[in-house]
Nanobody, 123 residues
Framework: VQLQASGGGLVQAGGSLRVSCAAAGRAFSLYAMGWFRQAPGKEREFVSAITWSGGSTLYADSVKGRFAVSTDNAKNTVSLQMNNLKPEDTARYYC?????????????????WGQGTQVTVSS
């Protein structure tokens, strides 16, 4: 299983970014996908998760109402649309895939991880 994240960058507070994760190698309909982030000096934290069918989603309270996760099954891609970004959203964002039939905010539930993409929000 290979996960390739892209789409990070530098944006001003209040702006928007979309990060995506291209998946290859398995029948991803069996997987749930998660987004986590890690800022320098801080622990990795859960951001959002979705089942490949898109039927179930989950968000951290800190991003609820600002971020939206989605899948494109034809392209084997999961995306995270981030709106109204805040400086505290600055982190490296990682996508992950877990062979579970539910969304989860627990990192150990995910078996495969991408290399991450940097998101920086300036004030």
């Amino acid at each position: 299983v290979q996960l390739q994240a892209s789409g990070g960058g530098l944006v001003q507070a209040g702006g928007s970014l979309r990060v995506s994760c291209a998946a290859a190698g398995r029948a991803f309909s069996l997987y749930a996908m998660g987004w986590f982030r890690q800022a320098p000096g801080k622990e990795r934290e859960f951001v959002s998760a979705i089942t490949w069918s898109g039927g179930s989603t989950l968000y951290a309270d800190s991003v609820k109402g600002r971020f939206a996760v989605s899948t494109d099954n034809a392209k084997n891609t999961v995306s995270l649309q981030m709106n109204n970004l805040k400086p505290e959203d600055t982190a490296r964002y990682y996508c992950a895939a877990g062979l579970i039939n539910r969304v989860s905010k627990v990192a150990v539930d995910y078996d495969y991880w991408g290399q991450g993409t940097q998101v920086t929000v300036s004030s």
